[in-house]
């Protein structure tokens, strides 16, 4: 059996100080230094160079794949959508990405050269969260449709309730026509 990086060993607040360091254009020997100063000994240098290339090759994916998905946006426009959408496909990114990070993360020689790219749970697995993003996008959607539905016929109401009232003080006070646009909406705003 491979045996895992010493670098995906480490505790997650530790890697976490690894990538913003190397996300930083730090050297190799700077973030050994620096891991060394913080107590972590058990990272080599060629183990932290392994990690550094698997970890610029998901730098660069993720980077393609926001490419794609600024595209995207461009080309269908950019609706609003909750905030619950916007969870869902961080959290997939975030699974992606730790897919991704899984890849190719066994140490040099230790796998007789035959990494296997994607298992075939993590594809079945990757392929569900896909499922789930684009089912939750659907509900989503639809609940700002109706949303906006009900809004808007909230405020049609509201703006009906307006034009009649206003209507009535303008037979009472025989408003002009720019007299009665402003009556509207003063009561519209329930200011009358």
Do not use: C, W
Request: no cysteine.
């Amino acid at each position: 059996m491979p045996r895992v990086s010493t670098v995906k060993r480490l505790p997650p607040e530790i890697r976490e100080e690894i990538h913003r360091l190397l996300e930083s254009g730090q050297t190799l020997d700077s973030i050994v230094e620096h891991l060394r100063s913080m107590g972590v000994s058990e990272v080599s240098r060629s183990a932290l160079g392994r990690y550094k290339q698997n970890f610029e090759r998901i730098v660069e994916r993720v980077r393609r794949s926001r490419e794609i998905a600024d595209a995207l946006v461009r080309r269908f426009g950019n609706a609003d959508e909750s905030k619950s959408m916007r969870a869902n496909i961080e959290m997939m990114h975030g699974i992606v990405s730790e897919m991704l990070m899984q890849i190719g993360d066994v140490e040099d020689g230790q796998d007789g050269g035959k990494a296997v790219l994607l298992e075939p749970k993590a594809a079945h697995d990757l392929a569900k969260a896909l499922d789930h993003l684009a089912r939750a996008r659907k509900f989503d959607q639809e609940a700002i449709i109706k949303i906006r539905a009900e809004v808007a016929k909230e405020a049609e109401e509201k703006l009906d309730k307006a034009v009649t009232k206003a209507a009535g003080q303008a037979q009472r006070e025989s408003l002009s026509p720019a007299q009665i646009l402003e009556r509207v909406k003063a009561i519209y705003r329930g200011e009358a």
